[in-house]
C-alpha cells in the first residue's frame, strides 16, 4: 500500500464553499481508493498550525474560489515548503484575474470574446445608464455579465434586452467589484482538461455541455439532470483537434501546473473562443473533469494520487 499522507484542502470561505466541499469528498475518497492516507481539512484558522505539527506528504487543493484559486493559500503552503498540487501562486493570480488572463490570451494570438471590465466606482462617478450604453454600442447585445473574478459561474448572466442591463449589473456586483462584460457567443459550449504526467502536459477529451436551459449557470453546473454532457464533444476531428491545441497554449502561456480546465465556446465558423481557464477544477458527481477522465479510462483517484507524487517530487 502506498504510504504517502495526503491532506485534501477543502470547504473555507468562499461563494463556492459548498461546491468545494463536494469535491473535496469525492476526491478524498478516491484517494483512499488509490491507497493513500488521507486526511480531509478545512481551510481554516487551524490550517497552518496542523501543516507544522502534522505535515502531510503533500496537499490536494479541492478549494473553489477566493483564497483557493486567487494565489493566497498556495503563497502560504510555498512558505510553508509543504507540496502540493497544482498552480503556483503567481499563476494561480494571473488566472484568477479574468481580464488578466483574458489580455495574455488576446495578446498570444488565442481567441477570447471581445470584452470590457469597469470597476462599480466608474459606474458611479461617470453614470451607471451612460457607462451601461456605451458597453452596449460597442460590444451589441446579447451581453454576458460576470465578475472579474470567481467561478461556478456566480453573478454571471446573458443579457439581451438593453432595459435588463442594470438589474443585471447589480447581481454581477454583488459577488465582486468589478464587471467583466463580453460579447456573448453563440455556439456549443465546451470543457478541456489539461493534465501533467512527468513534465508531459495533455488534453483530456473536450466535454460538450448542454444546458436545459440554455445557459450553463449555477443550477445547471451542480443539478443532476439539469445540463446533458458528451464526451468527446460531437464536433468534427479538426475542431476537437484546435480545441486541444488552445487547451494546452493557455495552460502553458499562462504558467498553470498539474491540472487545469480550459472553458470555452466554438462559435458558428468552428472558432474556439476561450471563456476562462481555472486552475482548480471542479471533481463533483458533475463536474467535468471527471467525465473526462473516465472517458479516457482513467480512475480519477489514480490521477491525482500521480500528480501528488509529481509534488512529491518537485520538493
Known amino acids: 500500500m502506498n504510504e504517502r499522507t495526503v491532506a485534501v484542502l477543502a470547504g473555507g470561505l468562499s461563494h463556492e464553499r459548498e461546491v468545494s466541499l463536494r469535491s473535496g469528498r469525492r476526491l478524498a475518497a478516491a484517494l483512499r481508493d488509490a491507497g493513500l492516507d ?11 498550525e496542523r501543516l507544522r505539527t502534522d505535515p502531510p506528504d503533500a496537499v490536494a487543493i479541492a478549494l473553489h474560489g ?41 495578446r498570444a494570438g488565442l481567441g477570447t470574446p471581445d470584452w470590457v471590465a469597469l470597476p462599480h466606482t466608474t459606474f458611479r ?73 512527468g513534465g ?16 450553463y449557470d449555477y443550477t445547471a453546473r451542480y443539478t443532476p439532470g439539469a445540463a446533458t454532457f458528451h464526451c468527446p464533444a460531437r464536433l468534427d476531428a479538426t475542431v476537437l483537434a484546435d480545441l486541444e491545441e488552445a487547451a494546452l497554449a493557455a495552460h502553458h502561456l499562462l504558467g ?16 474556439v473562443q476561450i471563456l476562462e481557464v481555472n486552475v482548480s477544477p471542479g471533481l463533483t458527481d458533475t463536474s467535468l473533469l471527471p467525465i473526462a477522465a473516465r472517458t479516457s479510462g482513467l480512475d480519477l483517484g489514480t490521477l491525482y494520487a500521480a500528480l501528488v507524487e509529481q509534488a512529491v517530487a518537485r520538493a
Open 38 to 48: 488521507v486526511r480531509e481539512w478545512d481551510m481554516d484558522a487551524s490550517l497552518i
Open 66 to 106: 477566493g483564497e483557493g484559486e486567487n494565489g493566497s493559500v498556495q503563497a502560504v503552503l510555498e512558505l510553508l515548503g509543504v507540496p502540493f498540487v497544482g498552480t503556483s501562486a503567481p499563476a494561480c493570480r494571473r488566472a484568477w484575474d479574468k481580464p488578466t488572463a483574458k489580455a495574455e490570451l488576446s
Open 125 to 197: 462617478a461617470l453614470g451607471a445608464q451612460a457607462v451601461l450604453d456605451a458597453m452596449v454600442d460597442r460590444l451589441g447585445l446579447p451581453l454576458m455579465l460576470k465578475p472579474d473574478q470567481g467561478g461556478s459561474a456566480l453573478g454571471a448572466q446573458v443579457v439581451r434586452e438593453r432595459s435588463d442591463l442594470p438589474a443585471a449589473m447589480v447581481s454581477c456586483l454583488a459577488y465582486g467589484d468589478t464587471v467583466l462584460a463580453e460579447r456573448f457567443v453563440v455556439g456549443t459550449e465546451v470543457a478541456v482538461s489539461v493534465v501533467e504526467d
Open 200 to 215: 508531459d502536459a495533455h488534453a483530456l477529451p473536450a466535454v460538450e455541455v448542454d444546458a436545459v436551459g440554455g445557459f
Open 256 to 271: 498553470l501546473r498539474d491540472v487545469s480546465r480550459m472553458d470555452a465556446v466554438v462559435d458558428a465558423d468552428g472558432r
